[in-house]
Nanobody
Framework: QVQLVESGGGLVQAGGPLRLPCAAS????????FSWFRQAPGKDWEFISG????????VYADSVKGRFTISRDNAKNTVYLQMTSLKPEDTAVYYC?????????????????WGLGTQVTVSS
């Protein structure tokens, strides 16, 4: 298992950017796939984006496609979520998750490692 720590959250105005790093500690970073999820108050968990072990395969939820970009730096054991054109409805706690595998995963049950989350608040 890897241990995950998200950072980079905060308060941002609508239309602005924000980048969320997810630092992983543990062995075999390159053998994990990673995804980002979010949960807004009173709402269900939402899959945002996933990336495969090499970074060559990425998937996005329709709600963020074209605005968010997921990437990974295997040399730094870090996954990133670059967010642009943020909207108030993007306000949520964002979580990074990791699972052993090759292809991006999109279901919460696929993941065995989770960070504690980072709050993103977008003001209108």
């Amino acid at each position: 298992q890897v241990q995950l720590v998200e950072s980079g959250g905060g308060l941002v105005q609508a239309g602005g950017p924000l980048r969320l790093p997810c630092a992983a500690s543990g062995r075999d970073f390159g053998s994990y796939v990673f995804s980002w999820f979010r949960q807004a108050p009173g709402k269900d968990w939402e899959f945002i984006s996933g990336i495969n072990y090499s970074g060559g395969n990425r998937v996005y939820a329709d709600s963020v496609k074209g605005r968010f970009t997921i990437s990974r730096d295997n040399a730094k054991n870090t996954v990133y979520l670059q967010m642009t054109s943020l909207k108030p409805e993007d306000t949520a706690v964002y979580y990074c998750a990791a699972a052993k595998g090759w292809a991006p995963a999109t279901e919460r049950g696929d993941f065995g490692s989770w960070g504690l989350g980072t709050q993103v608040t977008v003001s209108s």
